[in-house]
């Protein structure tokens, strides 16, 4: 009895779906000769028999899985798939039903909260729509941003990520460095970039930041923007001035969500200049839709002497 099955890519680009001049879909079509295979736009449709329809959809719902989890799929991978058992495939493709788990980086890696305060950002960015993680370095704050921001990507929920860090380092030394305006940003904006690079394949990530999904820009340049449809973070906001961050926070548009992220103990700014993010934490506490996050020791994932070190100066400050 024939019949057809219609499948629809919602969650990836058709073009990486399909391969390079369709290759990924050539091969498919080769493995069920039996069925008419046709694709338009995202949408693919298949006409034949049951039994190789059904076939046809498992093995398509199995490479949407790769895809997502993955972030790339490719003529080796469909052959691996296509070759392994169903019970291979389940236990090498069902997704994992973890509610910490925000995404899967590159090779697979799976990232999520690892921490309470880490846990409590996820939280809280799905019932407010900015939210200011706090704490000192190695807590994990700008790198659970970026992995919320490349989550809510992925899943559609926003069209673009726009990072965003003030170069207070650079101060009025930064046009006379070499190269365009990304290269004399680069070494302030790294740990963004590395996050990023821990979480999509290269060559998608190159894609983004080309078209500009993906948008690396220091503070200045957001003022007479609004943002819309956008998940915006501005890194190590305590070295944003009060107007910068004031401008900074009222540049938000429709469907947006922001992170700012900091840490009030490394205050790079003049002496004669109050951090705006402290500022912040004083006049925005009590707006509904707005929520502060405070990290601390116990949320350090990086070496663990990281958090001996971190105490050693809370005690010394202290005193």
Do not use: C, W
């Not at 290759?23 to 069920?32: G, Q, W």
């Not at 060559?203 to 003022?223: C, V």
């Not at 663990?304 to 070190?309: D, G, H, N, R, Y």
């Amino acid at each position: 009895m024939s019949g057809e099955r219609v499948f629809t890519i919602e969650s990836s680009n058709p073009v990486e779906f399909f391969g390079l001049q369709n290759a990924n879909l050539d091969l498919i079509a080769k493995e069920f000769p039996q069925l008419r295979i046709l694709s338009r736009g995202n949408v693919i449709k298949a006409i034949g028999d049951e039994v190789n329809l059904n076939n046809f959809q498992e093995l398509m719902n199995f490479i949407l899985i790769h895809y997502n989890k993955f972030g790339i799929v490719d003529t080796k991978d469909i052959n691996q798939l296509i070759n392994s058992s169903n019970n291979k495939k389940q236990e090498l493709y069902t997704p994992q039903n973890d509610s910490n788990i925000l995404v899967h980086g590159r090779n697979g890696k799976v990232i999520k909260a690892r921490s309470k305060n880490q846990s409590k950002m996820v939280e809280s960015l799905s019932e407010n729509d900015i939210i200011f993680a706090i704490g000192p370095a190695g807590t994990g704050k700008t790198y659970t941003a970026v992995a919320l921001a490349v989550r809510a990507l992925k899943n559609q929920e926003i069209k673009r990520i726009i990072l965003t860090r003030p170069a207070v380092e650079a101060g009025e030394s930064l046009g006379f460095l070499p190269g365009d305006l990304r290269e004399k940003l680069d070494p302030y904006l790294q740990p963004l970039y590395d996050a990023l690079k821990d979480m999509l394949p290269q060559s998608k990530l190159q894609g983004y930041l080309e078209d500009n999904t993906i948008e690396i820009a220091p503070l200045a340049f957001m003022r007479g923007r609004t943002l819309d449809n956008a998940f915006v973070i501005l890194d190590e906001a305590q070295n944003s001035t009060h107007a910068q961050l004031k401008m900074f926070l009222t540049r938000m548009g429709a469907n947006a969500k922001f992170v700012i992220t900091g840490d009030i103990t490394q205050i790079d700014l003049p002496r004669n200049q109050k951090s705006g993010l402290v500022e912040a934490y004083s006049l925005l506490q009590n707006i509904e839709g707005i929520n502060f996050i405070m990290l601390d020791e116990n949320d350090v994932v990086r070496h663990k002497l990281v958090t001996k070190i971190i105490q050693a100066y809370n005690n010394y400050e202290k005193s």
